[in-house]
């Protein structure tokens, strides 16, 4: 695989989709509507979650590795976010500069708790960095959606969460339960994976040039392709070519199930 994006990025990233999602937050007219894509949600409670979710990995980022998280951590004492405008926005910038002192001091390779232990994205800050992009991306686009002013995702962030996701959410050591499939992603912007879905589980490879077609094939933009994974727009926000059941077989599996 092509080397993903280097961790200084990686935290570039994560500043610029919090100012983004705090800038979409400061133009909402009323923080206690429903958010359309997070439905139990009003957008005082997805900041809320936000704020809450990074002040959490910071906690566990400088835990290292084999501790597991706590159910509920904030390193200042300010678990609630404030009502006002202002003490928000600024509560919200602190929440991702917590994450971000952590991600420092920890470097790319430090070992901490994931979630993902069977996929095939190390546990490490490096990987959960990686994560944070996508987490601040695809609810900014939420906020944005409830304001009826939704934009892509920017490209940068959507090719680079296209090949995160593959490899960190979908891929699994947990035996794909249906019929073998293989599943082809084209980006326009000039991306390309596989999904091999069998007995071994899913794993995510880069798709070569002269490799034959598989099973089927998604192409899109990978805004699009991201907003599908998030279950933000369906899949006919794609180009779909072949049998789409493995896909939407694997839009439903949960590989924890018992």
């Given at each position: 695989m092509p080397n993903t994006v280097?961790?200084?990025?990686?935290?570039?990233?994560?500043?610029?989709?919090?100012?983004?999602?705090?800038?979409?937050?400061?133009?909402?007219?009323?923080?206690d509507?429903?958010?359309?894509?997070?439905?139990?949600?009003t957008l005082r409670e997805l900041a809320q979650h936000l704020g809450d979710g990074r002040r959490r990995q910071a906690v566990i980022i400088a835990a290292g590795s084999g501790v597991e998280p706590p159910t509920r951590a904030?390193?200042?004492?300010?678990?609630?976010?404030?009502?006002?405008?202002?003490?928000?926005?600024?509560?919200?910038?602190?929440?991702?500069?917590?994450?971000?002192?952590?991600?420092?001091?920890?470097?790319?390779?430090?070992?901490?708790w994931t979630w993902w232990g069977r996929s095939q994205a190390p546990q490490t800050s490096g990987a959960v960095a990686r994560h944070q992009v996508q987490e601040l991306a695809v609810h900014t686009y939420d906020v944005q959606l409830t304001q009826g002013a939704a934009q892509p995702l920017p490209s940068d962030v959507a090719v680079e969460g296209v090949d995160e996701f593959l490899t960190t959410v979908a891929a699994t050591t947990v035996a794909w339960p249906f019929e073998p499939a293989t599943i082809d992603l084209h980006t326009t912007e000039g991306r390309s994976w596989r999904l091999t879905l069998d007995a071994d589980g899913v794993r995510c490879d880069d798709l070569a040039a002269d490799a034959e077609p598989g099973?089927?094939?998604?192409?899109?933009a990978a805004s699009d392709m991201i907003l599908y994974f998030y279950q933000r727009v369906p899949l006919d926000s794609l180009e779909a070519t072949g049998d789409t059941t493995p896909m939407e077989q694997l839009a439903d599996w949960d590989p924890t199930a018992p």
């Open positions: 280097e961790f200084p990025e990686v935290l570039r990233l994560i500043e610029d989709r919090s100012a983004a999602f705090r800038a979409a937050l400061a133009s909402a007219p009323d923080l509507v429903p958010v359309p894509t997070c439905p139990d949600w904030d390193p200042k004492g300010a678990p609630t976010a404030p009502r006002h405008r202002e003490a928000l926005d600024a509560w919200l910038a602190e929440s991702t500069g917590l994450m971000l002192d952590a991600l420092h001091e920890a470097g790319p390779d430090r070992g901490c099973d089927m094939a998604l192409r899109g």
